[in-house]
C-alpha cells in the first residue's frame, strides 16, 4: 500500500471551513491522502478527543544528547566498549562523549560530566 499525504491544512486555513462547522474546535487538521495502488484520493481529519495540563520535564535529557563521561586511567576494557558504542574521545575536554541513549544502554549514567 503505498499511500502519500500531498497537503495537510490546519484548522482555519481555506478549505478547512467545512469541517469546522462539523467539528468545531476540536478540529486540528485536513489532510489530503492519495493512493496510487487503488487509485484514490481521501480527505481524513485529526480531532482533538483529551486535553489536560502538561509541564515540560526540564531535567529530562534527550536520548541524542551528547553528554560527556569520565572513564578513569587503566579502565581499557571499558574505554574499549565506549569506543565500539560509538564513543569519541575529546581530548581537550579529557572525557568521552557519546549520545545519551548510549550512556543509558552501557549502565554509565553515573558518569555523566556534562553535555554539549
Not at 20 to 33: E, F, M, P, S
Not at 61 to 86: P, S
Not at 104 to 116: A, E, F, P, Y
Request: charged share 35%; aromatic share 8%.
Amino acid at each position: 500500500m503505498s499511500i502519500i499525504t500531498r497537503k495537510t491544512l490546519l484548522s482555519g486555513q481555506p478549505g478547512t471551513k467545512k469541517w469546522i462547522d462539523k467539528y468545531g474546535q476540536n478540529l486540528i487538521c485536513v489532510r489530503y491522502k492519495y493512493d496510487a495502488d487503488r487509485k484514490i484520493k481521501m480527505k481524513t481529519v485529526e480531532l482533538k478527543v483529551e486535553e489536560e495540563p502538561w509541564e515540560v520535564n526540564s531535567r529530562k535529557i534527550a536520548a541524542n544528547k551528547i553528554v560527556g563521561i569520565r572513564i578513569k586511567f587503566g579502565e581499557v576494557q571499558l574505554g574499549r566498549t565506549v569506543r565500539n558504542a560509538g564513543g569519541k574521545w575529546n581530548r581537550t575536554k579529557k572525557l568521552w562523549e557519546m549520545k545519551y541513549q548510549d550512556v543509558v544502554n552501557l549502565g554509565l549514567t553515573d558518569r555523566i560530566i556534562g553535555n554539549k
